[in-house]
């Protein structure tokens, strides 16, 4: 029998953000790391609002191996990292980082997270789709890279702004020039304006937190359209309630989180874990909390 790792030889990794306490992140490492019997303990770091990089420092130089990045230091974290993964490049955050040496390798895992999630959890095919994509901030751009890879027919951003929706598609046009990924149509929008029926929605906007609905026709759903919500709780989001009201197949973004974690678990220890039970286990959570 093999001895149990000592503090020397288990590595440490942390999630920072303020506020930290909610975050699942160390209870889905903890489940990664026990089923690819990897040694490393994993906990929470609440930094200063004011004291993001002088924080992220003194863990490295304490021996921390990587950190997984959250509200509101995304931003922070990708002017930190000196090597850069060109969908972090893209994103213009990092969510994810490595400590090499003296390499600060960032990462942005969330739009690979989605569309793991889609693809491999929800066994939808983004190949060849009408993809509609609510939203042009952070969450939208971290998307974007990943959701063009996957070569739909066309992508329209849609926005309250056309301002930004233009931004973020001049960005993919950018992108695709670059070689990055093969061409596909992207359009821009406003949300009220929005005319065709789509294959996917996905809603990358912030209204969800606040219990509201981006304000588009209900004509963009369709039989069997799935519309998907970056955001998760015990209860569908106000979006996917509507969707459903429309005949829409509906997932949120729980699988989104699990599947995001999975790429970082991937980029820390070169493995990468197996996430449906996970997910089945922390959606069965969720439903306890309503009884």
């Keep these: 029998m093999s001895a149990s790792p000592t503090s020397a030889t288990v590595d440490r990794y942390v999630v920072i953000g303020n506020p930290v306490a909610h975050s699942k992140s160390p209870a889905i490492h903890a489940r990664f790391a026990a089923q690819t019997a990897q040694a490393l303990d994993y906990q929470r770091l609440l930094a200063p609002l004011d004291g993001f990089v002088a924080s992220v420092l003194a863990f490295r130089d304490g021996g921390g191996k990587g950190a997984n990045v959250t509200v509101p230091f995304k931003l922070e974290a990708f002017t930190l990292a000196n090597r850069l993964t060109p969908r972090a490049q893209v994103a213009g955050a ?3 980082l490595r400590f090499d040496g003296g390499e600060i390798f960032g990462d942005n895992t969330d739009g690979i997270g989605l569309v793991n999630d889609i693809v491999g959890n929800a066994g939808c095919s983004l190949h060849g789709k009408r993809l509609l994509l609510l939203g042009a901030g952070g969450a939208a751009r971290g998307a974007l890279l990943p959701l063009l890879e996957q070569m739909p027919a066309e992508l329209v951003i849609a926005n309250r702004t056309l301002a930004k929706a233009q931004e973020l598609a001049t960005l993919a046009q950018s992108v695709m020039a670059s070689g990055a990924c093969a061409n596909v149509p992207v359009l821009a929008s406003t949300l009220s304006e929005l005319q065709q029926t789509f294959d996917i929605i996905i809603n990358a906007t912030s209204a ?3 219990d509201d609905v981006p304000p588009i026709p209900v004509s963009v759903f369709q039989p069997k359209t799935l519309a998907y919500d970056m955001m998760y709780g015990t209860r569908p989001t106000a979006f996917l309630q509507l969707a459903a009201l429309h005949g829409a197949d509906c997932r949120d973004g ?4 699990v599947e995001q974690a999975a790429e970082a678990f991937l980029c820390w ?18 439903q306890k909390e309503l009884t």
């Design 269 to 286: 220890r070169g493995v990468r874990p197996e996430t449906s039970q996970l997910l089945a286990d922390l959606r069965a959570d969720l």
């Design 208 to 210: 969800s937190l606040h």
């Design 94 to 96: 990092v969510n994810t």
């Design 254 to 257: 729980l699988g989104m989180l």
